[in-house]
C-alpha cells in the first residue's frame, strides 16, 4: 500500500524558513518523479516543485530561488526546504507520488499534507 | 494566477449529467500536452480521476469521462449522485511558464 507521510509545517514568522519532509512507502521511490503541490486555505491548488529520480528540480516561478526540493533515495524521504517565507505561502503542501509516461506525468497518490502558516 | 481556466460551480440533480470545462491555450492544452483531472472531496486530499485525456485509473466509475479538443478539455459526470458533491480540478504542462506544471482554477460541484 503507498503511503505519503508528511511533516515539518507549522507557524513561522514572515522571512522565516520551514524544511517538510515526506517519509514514503509501498513503491520504489528510488525511480519515481516526487513534486509539492500546495493548497492555501479556500483557495485551488497550485504545483510548487517537482524533482525526478536523479535530483533534477523544477520550480513554480512564484518560489524559485527561495525553495529547494531534494529527495534522499536510501531513506525514502522527500524534502522541501522554504525560505524567506511569505504570508501568501499559506498553505496545506501535500507530497505527490507522479507517474510519468512518454507524454506527460501526472498525481498517481497524494499524502494528507501539512499545514505552513506564516504569520506574525 | 492559473492558466487553465475553469467555471467556479456547476450544478446538478441526482442522475443527471453534468460538464465541466477547461480552457487553456495554445502553450498547454492546445499544444497536444495531456491533461488530467482530480476529485477533491470535502476536507480530503485530491485523488485522480481521469489521466492522460480519457483515461480512468482503476476502481474510478465510468460515469466519470474526459474529453479534449483544441485548447480545452471537460469532464463529464453522468448519473449524478450525493457522493460527486466535491472540487474537481483539471491539470496540464505549460511550455511557456517556469516549471511547467499548471492547474485548473477548480470547480464545485453541488448535487441539488
Known amino acids: 500500500e503507498v503511503q505519503l507521510l508528511e511533516s515539518g509545517g507549522g507557524l513561522v514568522q514572515p522571512g522565516g524558513s520551514l524544511r517538510l519532509s515526506c517519509a514514503a512507502s509501498?513503491?520504489?521511490?528510488?525511480?519515481?518523479?516526487m513534486s509539492w503541490v500546495r493548497q492555501a486555505p479556500g483557495k485551488g491548488l497550485q504545483w510548487v516543485s517537482a524533482?525526478?529520480?536523479?535530483?533534477?528540480?523544477s520550480y513554480a516561478g512564484s518560489v524559485e530561488g527561495r525553495f529547494t526540493i531534494s529527495r534522499d533515495n536510501s531513506k525514502n524521504t522527500l524534502f522541501l526546504q522554504m525560505n524567506s517565507l511569505r504570508v501568501e505561502d499559506t498553505a496545506l503542501y501535500y507530497c505527490?507520488?507522479?507517474?510519468?509516461?512518454?507524454?506527460?506525468?501526472?498525481?498517481?497518490?497524494w499524502g494528507q499534507g501539512t499545514l505552513v502558516t506564516v504569520s506574525s | 494566477q492559473s492558466v487553465l481556466t475553469q467555471p467556479p460551480s456547476v450544478s446538478g440533480a441526482p442522475g443527471q449529467r453534468v460538464t465541466i470545462s477547461c480552457t487553456g491555450s495554445?502553450?498547454?492544452?492546445?499544444?497536444?500536452?495531456?491533461v488530467h483531472w482530480y476529485q477533491q472531496l470535502p476536507g480530503t486530499a485530491p485523488k485522480l480521476l481521469i489521466y492522460g485525456d480519457t483515461n480512468r485509473p482503476s476502481g474510478v466509475p465510468d460515469r466519470f469521462s474526459g474529453s479534449k479538443s483544441g485548447t480545452s478539455a471537460s469532464l463529464a459526470i453522468t448519473g449524478l449522485q450525493a457522493e460527486d458533491e466535491a472540487d474537481y480540478y483539471c491539470q496540464s504542462y505549460d511550455k511557456s511558464l517556469s516549471g511547467s506544471y499548471v492547474f485548473g482554477t477548480g470547480t464545485k460541484v453541488t448535487v441539488l
Open positions: 524533482i525526478n529520480s536523479v535530483g533534477t528540480a
Open positions: 495554445t502553450s498547454n492544452i492546445g499544444a497536444g500536452y495531456d
Open positions: 505527490v507520488k507522479e507517474f510519468c509516461s512518454s507524454s506527460s506525468c501526472y498525481g498517481d497518490f
Open positions: 509501498g513503491f520504489d521511490f528510488s525511480n519515481h518523479v
